[in-house]
């Protein structure tokens, strides 16, 4: 097969990497401004590569040799479909999970995942539903969460927070507990551990209101007489 320039497809293609660039671009600066594992580059990158390969597997489907009118004889995104299991494992690698039991990275995973298939869609020739699926994305991900806070139900208005005190005294155990719950403080999970010199080690994961600061459950936990030591952790 012989290979001929053409100057408007090949302008055609530029356009559609120019495109998945800037829409990689702003789905990798809302990572990057909220320091992410995965941030501006790994975006774009994933975003001009699903592109350019979307654009190679549909484009040598059709200059397969042999005919020479369109005749489809293989799947014009068959190197698209491998676009999608694949990105996975990149996703895999932002998943972490905390010495408090929580997951962490799933939203970058999903966006990972998302910047692809916008490389696709704009490889594909589907530009105005790229736009889109960009603006979408970035409601999703910043307004959504923000009016949810505000307006949603009361367990969507709470945040987690991770406390771990030490209690010199058995007997504390519930006076610690009841003061916590006095403060408005929803203990959600509770572990409790024997340590050293006969302290007790309290691991709790405990809701506040999304107004309420780290630092203001720090300073009123630290006031608890009955405690040696705090230690807090925001989910």
């Given at each position: 097969?012989?290979?001929?320039?053409?100057?408007?497809?090949e302008?055609?293609?530029?356009?559609?990497?120019?495109?998945?660039?800037?829409?990689g671009?702003?789905?990798?600066?809302?990572r990057?401004?909220?320091?992410?594992?995965v941030?501006?580059?790994?975006?774009?990158?994933?975003?001009?590569?699903?592109?350019?390969?979307?654009?190679?597997?549909?484009e040598?489907?059709?200059?397969f040799?042999?005919?020479?009118?369109?005749?489809?004889?293989m799947?014009?995104?068959?190197?698209?479909?491998?676009?999608v299991s694949g990105v996975?494992f990149?996703?895999?690698?932002?998943?972490l999970?905390?010495?408090?039991?929580?997951?962490?990275?799933?939203?970058?995973?999903a966006?990972?995942?998302?910047?692809?298939?916008i490389?696709?869609?704009?490889?594909?020739g589907?530009?105005?539903e790229?736009?889109?699926g960009?603006?979408l994305l970035?409601?999703?991900?910043?307004l959504?969460p923000?009016?949810?806070?505000?307006l949603?139900?009361?367990?969507?208005?709470?945040?987690?927070?991770?406390l771990q005190l030490?209690?010199?005294?058995?007997?504390d155990?519930?006076?610690?507990?009841k003061?916590i719950k006095?403060e408005k403080i929803?203990?959600?999970?509770l572990?409790i551990?024997?340590?050293?010199?006969g302290?007790?080690?309290?691991?709790?994961?405990v809701?506040?209101?999304?107004?309420?600061?780290?630092?203001?459950v720090?300073y009123?936990v630290s006031t608890?007489k009955?405690?040696?030591?705090v230690?807090i952790?925001?989910?």
């Amino acid at each position: 097969m012989e290979w001929t320039f053409d100057p408007q497809s090949e302008l055609q293609i530029l356009i559609k990497l120019g495109i998945s660039a800037l829409l990689g671009l702003i789905i990798g600066l809302e990572r990057e401004m909220k320091r992410k594992p995965v941030g501006l580059k790994t975006s774009l990158v994933i975003s001009i590569v699903s592109c350019l390969l979307t654009i190679v597997s549909m484009e040598s489907a059709y200059k397969f040799p042999g005919s020479d009118h369109v005749n489809i004889t293989m799947d014009p995104l068959r190197l698209a479909a491998q676009i999608v299991s694949g990105v996975g494992f990149i996703g895999a690698g932002v998943i972490l999970r905390r010495d408090n039991n929580s997951i962490s990275g799933l939203t970058t995973a999903a966006i990972i995942w998302g910047a692809a298939g916008i490389g696709i869609a704009v490889g594909a020739g589907f530009f105005l539903e790229a736009i889109a699926g960009v603006i979408l994305l970035i409601i999703s991900v910043e307004l959504v969460p923000a009016i949810v806070t505000w307006l949603g139900p009361m367990k969507l208005r709470q945040k987690e927070i991770f406390l771990q005190l030490v209690v010199q005294n058995k007997e504390d155990i519930a006076i610690v507990l009841k003061k916590i719950k006095d403060e408005k403080i929803f203990i959600k999970n509770l572990r409790i551990k024997d340590v050293a010199e006969g302290h007790h080690l309290l691991t709790l994961k405990v809701l506040v209101d999304n107004k309420v600061r780290t630092s203001d459950v720090y300073y009123t936990v630290s006031t608890l007489k009955e405690i040696a030591r705090v230690e807090i952790e925001n989910a």
